[in-house]
């Protein structure tokens, strides 16, 4: 990875990062980006430099029923890709809204006053704004927190897009009312957040585990020789894999491998293969007391 320096940075997790899309009927499909008073900020960001994206308005009554057929007639197909998959949960999170302010009545995926730290970041985490065939990434290392984007897909060959200090970031919320439950609410110390898509249940929840201290994430240098052995096993024995793994210390001391790759079943999103190791790189079973892994 080019955009690492620094021989004793090490990357701590990462998983696709765009701004979220709203699911309920309301908003379905629909992002805005708001000032602290809820005043839309689009023009603003264009005239600071962001390219023209396309304007939303709430949906009518009418429109709103419409959609709501629309959904249920989504939500039946990605659960018949949840079963095909036996991998992530692949629901569209069209249970009770945790925040219906923010998800119901108005999607906003940027909270920002001027000046504030969620407007530094980049435009390309916008799917209606990027190239064609541009991906993006949060990368969380133990020295700062980066947005990355590559147009051949692979982390390795990212450019780093914007980079923050660890401390900048207060707050990772986990967004069940989601597409596939894979959204995150990043809030940062000046109170600016943003709501972003992973494109995986999993890495939703390991980085609120991970900024709670259920969990603590390691890099593969961390790994005890038997560890490694293991996770060079586990990835030798999967198809193409175009991003690195990441792994986690559960509370029972366990660790967690993950890898995701890109799902052949819808785009932006992915499937996350699981292992679980002891100290000496056997493989284990979860253990009471630790997170859902699933």
Sequence with gaps: MHWLTDPEEDVLTHSAATFATGTAPSVSGHRWFRDAERNDIQGELVSAGWPSGPAYAPRTAGNKASRRVGSALTSALALVTNLVLNENNVGSGDGKPEDPENEVDDFPV??????????????????????????????????????????????????VLCELPLDALTDVRHMKFSRLEADVRLTFADRSWVRLFTGARNSAERLEQMHDGMVRMLSANALTPGQRQEAARFCAAMPKRPYPPTYAMLPSGTVLMEVRSPSKFAAGCFDMAVNLMDETGERTGPRPGDPSVA
């Excluded at 799917?127 to 147009?151: H, M, Y």
């Design 110 to 159: 940027m909270w920002a006053a001027p000046g504030t730290l969620a407007r530094t970041l980049p435009w390309q985490l916008d799917p209606a704004r990027r190239p064609k065939g541009c991906t993006t990434d949060l990368v969380i290392t133990n020295r700062r927190l980066l947005f990355v984007g590559s147009e051949l897909g692979l982390l390795e060959h990212a450019d």
